[in-house]
């Protein structure tokens, strides 16, 4: 099947704590359904320290989140859109928003 949500697109969060914020997708895992966005769903982690000399610390990161919660943002309105697939004419199948109707592949 088609990947609807790619690297680098434009994503809004539809659902959960982070609903609303709207981010750049950093990198997708289609095996599990989810996708990391820049600054979206940040958790904490402790990492340990190397050595005696060193202290532990804690740092902030992204977490991935499900592609259910994930919306393309329209290139036009800035709205979330539906992702529906068409052959352009040169032949080659490419993603458009369903809301204005323009390609989001370039």
């Excluded at 610390?57 to 329209?74: G, M, Q, R």
Aim: hydrophobic letters at 40%.
């Amino acid at each position: 099947m088609a990947a609807k949500i790619k690297k680098k697109d434009n994503v809004i969060v539809l659902a959960g704590s982070n609903k609303g914020m709207v981010g750049e997708v950093l990198k997708v895992f289609p095996r599990v359904s989810k996708a990391v966005v820049s600054q979206v769903n940040m958790v904490r982690c402790h990492v340990k320290a190397k050595n005696a000399a060193e202290g532990g610390s804690i740092t902030s990161k992204e977490a991935p989140i499900h592609l259910s919660n994930l919306a393309i943002v329209d290139s036009v309105t800035g709205k979330p859109t539906r992702v529906g697939f068409r052959i352009t004419d040169k032949g080659l199948k490419a993603r458009y928003s369903k809301l204005s109707g323009n390609l989001i592949d370039d």
